[in-house]
Structures are given as C-alpha cells and as structure tokens.
C-alpha cells in the first residue's frame, strides 16, 4: 500500500499520552496497534514502531491470534494521510472482533484511486499522463475527480455547470422503430460521429418516455446516414423528444473538467478545470494542477463471511475514515453481524455502503456520504426468505448529491429491498435523483425523524420516500397475497420532514418540465399494513400521501401543506384488493384554486375511510377530484354524503409562521379538538454523537433547478387540438396520452393507410393479452363545464371490435358518449344500432356533448361515411349522471387479431 502526500506525523503530548494508553499489548482484552504513512512493515504495529500499511496491520493481527497473543478484540489505529490501496481490505471471520480507526481529529483517507501525475502538454489547455505504470486492472474506468470532485467524461453536449443534472442534452428526433427501447434518431448538426475515430467506444446517458430511470450504458451502433443510434442496453419504451448525451468520445474533448483516455497510447487526456471548487476536506493544497484520481478498485473494503458454514464476520468497526475512489461498492459486507461503519465520509463510488445478503445487526451511523453514482446506502436482499437480511440501521448520516451514474427506478439516499426490521432514521438526505429513502417488500421496518428533501432531480413517477412490492410481481397472485402478510407487513414512517419532493422528465405535451409527477409518500404496487404518522409534508406535485392499490393502510396525525395538484392521492390498481384504508386526523392544507384537498379513484369507505380531518384551502371552497359526476368544486358536499370524513372539519389550521414553514400549531388550533397531536419535529435530522463525523453538521449549498409548486394556472392541460400524424414517426405511440399496448396488441403511428396526408395511427389487436380492452389510447381531457367536441376519421376493418367511451373517472364511470362497432362494422351508440360501416374506408365521425349544470344526459353525433351525406343522430342518450369529463379511452377489444385506424383527432370547444 502506497501513502502519498506530504503531512506532518509528529506526536503532541496529549496524544502520545492517549495512545500510551492502548499501545500494543494485552490490556483488559484489547490489543492496539498502529498505522501511520511513513511507519515500517517490518515493524511489530506499536505506538513506537508503527507499520505502514493497513493490509500488514491485519496481517499481523492475525498472526497474533493465531499464535493465541490476543483473546479479545483487537484495535487498529490509522494516523493521518492518504493511503492508496493497492487491492481491497478484505475481513473474513478470522478477522472478527476488530477496529480498524482514524485517529481522532485527522484526516485519514483510504483510497481505491490512483492519482494521475507527470502531466505534459498535448493541444491546446489539453494535457496528457501516461498511464502504462500506473497499478490500474485496465483503462475502462468511466470516472475522473479533480481534487476530489468528478469531472465530466468528454461529452456531447457539454455538461451544463448551472444545471447539472437537467442541463447538457439533446433531444431525439424521433424513434427508429415501434416500440424500441434502445433505438432513436438523433436531429440533424447535433452529432457529427463520422469524426470519431472509435465510435464503438462511446457511451450515452438518455432517458425514456416513462422517465422512471435513465440508461447509462454503451453506444452499441450509430449510422451517420441514417442518423440513427443505438444503445447497447435498454428498459423502457422511448418516444421523440428524450433526451440524451454521449460521451466517451476523445474528439468531443472541448472544455474545462473534460477528460477521456487512448487505449492505444494508454494516454489519459484532460483539460483542467477552471477552478477547483471542492470542499475543504478533499481540496489539494497544490495551486496549480489539482490532484487528479481515477478509480481502480471495485471496493476498499470487503466483508465476506460464510453463513453456508455458520462462519460470519462479526463485531467488526471502521471509524473516522474517508473512503473513496471506487468503481463498485465503497464498502460491501455480506455473511456479517453486528457491523459498524461510524463517522466516514464515503464518495466517489458506486455506492457507499452496501449491505447484502446475511447482514444482521449492521450500523451505518453518523457518516457523510456524496458523488456517489447510485445509492447512498443499500440494504438488499436476494432471496424470498426475508429474514435472511435483518435488523440492520442507517443513522444519523448525512446523505446528499448522489446519484451520478446509471439510476435504476429504485435508487435512492438509502435504498432497501428483501430485508426485515432495519431502521432509517435521523438523517438528513437530499438531492437525489430519485427517492430519499426507498423500499421494495421488506416487514416491520421504520423510517423515522430524517428530514429528506429536494429528491428526484431526474425522474418521475416517484416521491421522497417510497415503498413498493414490485419484487413479488411475477410470482403467483395468491401467493403475492400470502407474501404480503407475512413479508411485507407492520411498517411505519413517522417524524420525518419532507418537502419538495421535485420530479423532472417529458410531460404529456413533450416538454421537460419540473417539478412534475411526484409525491411526498408513496405506498406503491399494493404496499399494505403501513402505519404513516406524525409527518410533516409540503411542497410536492401530486400530494404529500399516494397509495396505489394496498391494503389495511392507515395515515393518520400527518400535516400535508402545498401539494401543487392535491394533498392526497388514493388511487386503485385492478389487478390487486384495496381495502381497509383510513385516512384520520390529518391537517390537509391546500394552496386553493386549482389544488384539489384530495384525488379517490374510488369513493366507498370500504376502500378509503376518512373522518376527523381538518382541511383548508385559504378560505376557498375545497376541490375533490373523483367523485362521479360530480364537478370538483362542488365535490365536497356529496362527500360528506357518501359518509367519508365523519367529524372533519373545514377551517384554518392556525400554524405558528406558515410563511416561515413553520407548522406547529398554535394552542387554539381546531385540529386539536378532533384529537391532533402536536408533532415533535426537534429532533429530526442529524444530532451530536461522537460517532457523527462532522458536527455541527451544516446542510452543502448544492447546484439544483429552482421549482415552483405553486397551483396550475389551469386544473387541467388542454389536449392537443388536432392530431394528424404527419409528424409522428412510424412506430410511434400516440402522445399526451396514456398508451396500453400489450403483447402484440399495439397502438401505434403507421403510414399503411390515412384519412389525410401519409400517417394515421392503427390499432391491432391480438389473443391472449388476457384483458379485453388491450391496446387502448387514454387522452386525459377534464372539463366541468361548457361543451366539447370530438371529431376523428376511423377506418374500420372487418372483425374489428372498435370502442370509444367519455368517462367521468378512469376506472369507476357514469358512461358518456359511448360508440362501438360490432364484428360485421354495426356502429352503436351507447348500444343503439345506427348503421353499418364499410370495411377498408374512412368515416369521420363528430361528437358534441353540453357539460357542468346544463349536461342533459345527451349528445349529438354526425357520421359521414364515405360519398355520402353526414347522417345526425341528435338527442343520442347516454347516462344522465355523466356530467363531468375526467377522459376519453379509444379502445380495442376483440381479443382476436384484428386492426382497425383511426387519424385528424381532433378536440374543440362544442356548439
């Protein structure tokens, strides 16, 4: 093990006093030992003849266990300086009941990094290093720090320094074929690869239409010609307008920070940054060259035990370290109990700390952790056996702006999954890609007292802390059900500050937009048996509160403030029960005008019960969105007649300083009559511990996109007035819409047949997809009031089984407008026969419905089949409680191979 840097190593009084006291020996059975950067390997490891090296401190630990010298634990002392690992630290069960330290007060970094030197000028501000001496596995390391901070890999774009993460992409042009994950057409001028001498060693970062995740993986093909790339790997769907960036491209070399490496030369290229920009701790006191590193090691340190065998690293303690330089896992234990990880700060890795199968009783306690490309922390498991991953803590760290990497749809400040009663709690997280804390089926865990904010920089569909159940999907429904109650049961998430949940990505009308479809807490995928209390939430897009399809979930003495769009979200998922539900002496506080208090997809106590609830919309009447038929500014009253929030009360919450996000109540508060608590927030967060590695702690001014959580200047984006295709790409889905294609049932763009122009979009059907209305188009289009008109071409064809329906709510409607084709191309309306359709020839077909207070439970329709006169059908009947438009659904339902198409989509203020 290399030690480089120039430090002073003298000894004060007081330390050699400290240490004389735990000097090698067999002392009340704790032997110590030394490390310092300029001690001796050769030496026996005392306080007068230290050794230089971690890797022969261990050695010789063990050899004194061995030879029976220690019968107790063993205690390593690290002096200051930087130590260059020359491979990982590994601790097997030998190597159990053993300390490996700092030394209080100093700086003592272990480093998984090679530092880069001998630079010479190449072009330009441009400089070289060789790298053939240097002790790397090979030159495929994607990570450069310029005095400890990261540096852009040479890119296209150039990587944006005021807006890191949302800054510095292109956009596609277009998909290159239906339903690709992998594949889009790039605009013309913005790459330029036939000057790349290796393409096929570029990269690219991009994400996909869902936005839950971003892809960082290889260029496995580009085509100048065509202007077509392709990425080696690929998860989701994509769609025009994702954006993207490659890198790994030494002719985009173009701007300060930026570096790339010749395998050929084995040369590393890098134009310095302008300045350094790094935090004290990791700032190189050179004023010239920064220090530049890249990493060699997987990880610095390695816990491997072997449960098989009943043979488990244990009791083990690393303290007061900076750990960094790493391509993989910081610090990686499996096959360990009772494990400590205190007071490190750990960056410049995959992850920090990651804790997988058969960890038990393992602490991450008061570290810093950033500039990690995924997790902060990672508790997982692989097995369905849960208990093989137990008890293990997150405490008391302070995590914030990770994820610099590939971000998989479960990345999180701290990320757990397979795993049971492990704790998170008193740590401060944020800026994050995606969650602050994730889970994804665990039991009887706790999440409580951090506060966590500004996450999910990057994706959507998401929130601050989030649960799921996503790992059981694909086993059998019963057995899903049998899981739940007996894995992924008796959780809580409690005391937690969270605010500015963010979320970024395309939005239904292709534009990047932030913040955007995210929420404060997210019971996803059936999450069930949660107790949520005492939370203070504010500022999310969707709410602070979102459950999708679970049950025996309860929320209760929870103050959810400034939800953009509402302050909770109950929603219901098909293919799972969603019962037992409450919902109970909460604050809901929303902004007014848009804002709705709360959004049910499904209104029956049965499924959500509310009551004791105090809610406020700054002295506007209160918006519910989801009670049929009924608009949302006057929902309120037929809510209370549906029986839910019994003993609720409409008034204002008198917080202490709302303007200050003060939320305390004051004494007079009404919530306080229908049995509120006062939350006790004061300790949420960080706390002083000798184990907490900076105190006091204060929160990293971090480089991130403003956001405005302000109320929609409109409840609802309007739908794209006219769709003619013309300038969708052939295998495109339909956009601002919400697209079902399943198996071979698709809807996508193609240019087989139009009503006008070359492009129209078809619908095929096929057997087997299991559920009838596969593939469907959903246009979100609400509207309470005035009139609508609907007009489209549809084209169909034998066999087809065309539908069309308005909804009043997605899943549990009042039908509205409703029209259906039978197999021999009988139109219906509502299920009234009208006339029969000619096979392979366009109709166009218009639809005029009154709104709000005037519906009439009618609607007038026109059909003009082709070389004929419009024939009307006025006065057609629908429901007489449609009312209100939550969407319109074209639907196939056949469930056998057919198609039928459909183009001009068009939708208008009616008459």
Known sequence: MKSLGKHHFGLSV??????????????EGVASYFVIVNGDDSSPGTLQKPLATLHRAMDVVRRDRAEGRISGTAHITVRRGVYRLPKSLEFSPQDSRLIVEGAKGEEVVLSGGREITGWRPWKGKILQADLSKLDLPDLNFRELYCDGKLMPWARVPNLDPKHPRTGGFLMNAAVAEANTKTKFVYQEGDLHPEKWAHPERAWMMFHDKLNYETQYCPVKHIDPGTRTIEAANGVYVLSKGNPFYVCGVLEELDAPGEWCVDFEM??????????????????????TMPEVVVPALSSAIVLRGDPANDRWVENVRLANFAIRDCRGRAI????????????????????????????????????????????????????KDH????????DNCYIRDIGWGRIHNRCGGVYMHRIMRCKVTHNHIHDTPRYAIGMDVGGECEIAYNHCHHSNLVTIDTSTIEAATAHDWGLPMEEQRERNRKWNWNNSIHHNLIHDSGGWGTNAMGQLEAPLYSWGIYLDTHSSGWRVHDNVCYNTVLGAYMVNGGMENVFENNICVDGQQNQAYLSVWTKYETTGNRIERNVFVSPGKTSNVYTVRKTDKETYSFRSNLLWANGQPLNIAGVSGVPRKTAWDAWLKLGQDEGSVVANPQFVDPANRDYRLKPTSPALKLGFKPIDLSTVGNYASPDRRTWPRPEVKVVRDAMDYSPLAVADRPQTPLRDYEDYAVGESERNAHVGNKGEGTALVTDETAASGKHSLKLTDAAGLGQNFFPYITYPLVQEDGSLRMSFDLRWETGALFALDWRDDPYYYNKGPNLTTTADGWLLANGKRLLQLPAGQWAHIEIDCVLGDKATGKYDLTVSLPNAAPQDFRGTVCSEKFQTLNCVVFMSVAEVPTVFYVDNVAFKPGK
């Open 332 to 383: 990686e234990m499996t096959g360990a109990r009772d494990c400590t990880v205190a007071a490190c700060t750990l960056r410049n890795a995959e992850v920090g700390v990651f804790l997988g199968d058969d960890t038990h009783g393992c602490k991450v306690v008061g570290c810093d952790i950033t500039q990690t490309q995924g997790d902060g922390v990672s508790i997982i498991g692989t097995s």
């Open 387 to 394: 208990e093989r991953v137990t008890g293990n803590v997150v």
């Open 14 to 27: 007081g330390l050699l006093l400290a240490f004389a006291a735990t000097a090698w020996a067999k002392t």
């Open 266 to 287: 084995k040369t590393l290229f890098l134009w310095p940054p302008s300045s350094s920009n790094s935090e004290p701790e990791t700032r190189n006191p050179k004023p």
